[in-house]
C-alpha cells in the first residue's frame, strides 16, 4: 500500500513539474482591481456561491422532506433514527448558508470602494 503511495505521489509530482511552465500565464493590469485574475475570481466565486445555494438547499430540503415523512410512517425504534437525521439535515442546512455567507464576505473584500456587508 505504501509503495503504490509512493509510486503514485511521484507520478503526480512529474506531471505537475512538466506541465507547470506550460500552464503558466502572466497577469497584467493598471491596478489590481482591472486585473483578469481578479476579475476571473470574482466571477467564479459569484458562480460557485449560486450554484451551491440552490444545490444545497434543495438537497436538504429534499431529505428534510423525506424524514420527516419517514418520521410520520415509521415505528418507535426508526423514528428515533429519523429525528437525528433530521437534526443532521438541518444543521448541514445552517453549516452551507453560513459557509456560503463566509465566501461572499471574504469576496466583497474585491470589491472595488465598498466595505464588506
Known sequence: MKKSLKVVGKVLLGVILFLSPLISQIVFG????????????KNLVNA?????TGIGITICGGYFIYYVYCLKTNDEGERRRNIQNIKTTLIAMVLITCGLAVINTILSF???GTTPA
Do not use: E, K
Not at 30 to 41: E, I, K, N, R
Not at 48 to 52: A, E, G, T, V
Open 110 to 112: 474585491y470589491q472595488a
Open 48 to 52: 460557485i456561491i449560486s450554484w451551491l
Open 30 to 41: 493598471a491596478s489590481l482591481d482591472d486585473s483578469v485574475l481578479v476579475t476571473g475570481t
